[in-house]
């Protein structure tokens, strides 16, 4: 499996200790302005040796045989074949990198392809007729091809960082390794976690790893490719992207990772809202909403995110209820059946479906009201949701989820004229739910009926625009949306369309509706069981 591995190539103390420097530098690269703090080498990134880390190490370098570690040419992306062919036919270097490789290795299907190589911005921009070069201190190019966006890299913008100095210092330490592995190691030194840190060159076949990437990934473990500490100081978004991962993946964290995330997350409320929203969107769009939920729970992140949420399920805690088996939780476990990184939605959609969560935390309703208003969003027509809702009272089936569901006060079924009505209030409310994510008064108000929450810091995530967007969904009951097929169109998903989104949302809470009930039998199921096996012993059968 191991096609190479540079034993050769041991270090002495002193230069070890040069590459160490360097490879701090490059890990400040991207986050510093040049000639600041261009000494300081921290004692958490001194305290970790070369040889633990094995990221100095040119021993510790690995280039592995793809068709032996498991990776599939055929999940690549038409567009990302065709971009690295064309820059390889050109003489450049292209390799694809980050989490597709992870991806790739996992057998998992790829959310996205991001390639680096050899040739400059302007010579990608020049090989490529549909090109654009974006960002001004770190520019990459966005190629446009088949109706996707690729992003391409380049080697030269990491390597002109290195001074003149210490790239000297760089050249004499590593003599015995090739200018490629020398390239593609000061780019792995600069990467958030190790797992992200590999390379892959599908017309070799190759996959190199300078960071010990490929060995974490087989021990299910995030951990970064420098010490925690630096790197979640100097670039707080990686703890978001890590939580991420973990959750996607269903990995652990390594224990300085894990240490360094509970100590510096309250760093995250530092980054914009703008940014804050594209994390949480990559959580809780891609099929793994639950575990993000949780992890995001459980290092402290919520209450900064989601922080009506965070108090809701607080206070859950606090009456001895498992949060796992709360009403928020059950709705985002039957979003995550729905989504797939390749089968993504946009915020849209979940932002609907916690506004119209937050509502019935915020005035209860009886199950028959909310039956209603999701059969319909489900349905697209007043008069099947009324149907619906007519056979499930026939058939006597209840819902006891706790606070947001009512118990059944009445023997007989509410009219259609009252069902109407409660509906529209219920809409009503969840229109003006929303604002919990654009309205800081709103927010503290909502907070208001959690005594024992934080002081919220009152960080809003979305604009007033998007705020309309997402109420209007629930602006009437329209009898002019029947559907003509009930599966989801995840093309109109990702184009954001409305009937789709209210479709997906009036399933996932009639899933979770519908699984609660299915739940409450299966409970009740081995007291009917002993009571048949009773009347059978009875009966001498």
């Not at 160490?20 to 490059?26: H, K, T």
Request: aromatic share 8%.
């Amino acid at each position: 499996m191991t096609i190479s591995k540079r034993s050769d190539l041991l270090l002495s103390p002193a230069k070890l200790s040069s590459l160490r420097s360097i490879a701090f530098q490059l890990q400040r690269w991207k986050h510093t302005s040049p000639g600041e703090n261009e000494d300081l080498v921290p004692k958490e990134f001194e305290a970790r040796s070369a040889q633990e880390a094995g990221l100095c190490n040119p021993s510790s370098w690995r280039t592995y045989d793809s068709r032996k570690v498991g990776i599939n040419k055929s999940a690549i992306s038409q567009p990302a074949w065709g971009i690295i062919r064309s820059l390889q036919q050109k003489g450049f270097e292209a390799y694809l990198v980050g989490g597709c490789v992870r991806d790739l290795l996992l057998k998992r299907v790829p959310k996205d392809f991001d390639i680096i190589t050899t040739a400059t911005n302007k010579q990608i921009k020049k090989q490529f007729r549909r090109c654009i070069i974006v960002g001004r201190r770190f520019p990459i190019c966005h190629v446009h091809m088949v109706g996707t966006i690729t992003e391409v890299s380049s080697f030269d913008t990491i390597i002109k960082d290195v001074e003149e100095g210490k790239e000297d210092i760089l050249r004499k330490a590593l003599h015995t390794c090739s200018e490629k592995d020398i390239v593609r190691w000061k780019d792995s030194m600069r990467r958030d976690f190790t797992i992200n840190g590999l390379f892959f060159d599908p017309a070799k076949s190759r996959v190199y790893d300078y960071v010990n990437g490929l060995k974490d990934l087989r021990s299910s473990r995030v951990t970064t490719v420098v010490s925690a500490h630096l790197s979640f100081s100097e670039d707080c978004a990686r703890i978001l992207r890590g939580l991420r991962i973990a959750a996607r993946l269903g990995f652990w964290f390594s224990e300085e990772t894990a240490a360094a995330l509970r100590k510096l997350s309250s760093s995250v409320s530092t980054l914009s809202k703008e940014r804050l929203m594209m994390e949480l969107n990559f959580m809780l769009a891609y099929g793994a909403a639950k575990p993000s939920i949780q992890l995001l729970k459980k290092f402290g992140l919520l209450e900064i995110l989601l922080p009506f949420h965070a108090a809701y399920l607080d206070h859950q805690d606090k009456y001895k209820v498992d949060y796992t088996s709360t009403m928020f939780m059950k709705l985002i476990s039957s979003l995550d059946k729905l989504l797939s990184p390749d089968r993504p939605c946009r915020c849209t959609l979940w932002l609907g479906l916690l506004a119209f969560h937050i509502s019935l935390v915020r005035n209860p309703e009886e199950a028959s009201v909310v039956w209603a208003l999701s059969s319909f969003l489900y349905f697209g027509t007043w008069s099947e949701a009324v149907e619906f809702v007519k056979q499930l009272d026939k058939n006597k089936k209840s819902v006891d989820f706790l606070p947001e569901i009512k118990a059944l006060r009445e023997a007989k079924p509410m009219s259609e004229k009252m069902l109407k009505e409660k509906v529209l209030n219920l809409t009503l409310l969840v229109r003006s739910s929303v604002n919990a994510f654009s309205c800081k008064e709103s927010l503290r108000e909502y907070l208001t009926m959690f005594p024992e929450a934080p002081e919220c810091s009152g960080k809003v995530l979305i604009s007033v625009k998007k705020r309309d967007y997402v109420a209007k969904l629930f602006n009437d009951l329209d009898d002019n949306r029947r559907r003509e097929s009930y599966d989801i169109d995840y093309e109109l998903l990702k184009k954001d369309d409305p009937d789709e989104i209210r479709f997906v949302i009036g399933k996932v809470f009639m899933d979770t509706l519908s699984a609660r009930i299915e739940d409450n039998v299966v409970k009740k199921q081995p007291l009917l069981k002993n009571k048949e096996e009773r009347m059978g012993m009875q009966n001498g059968s």
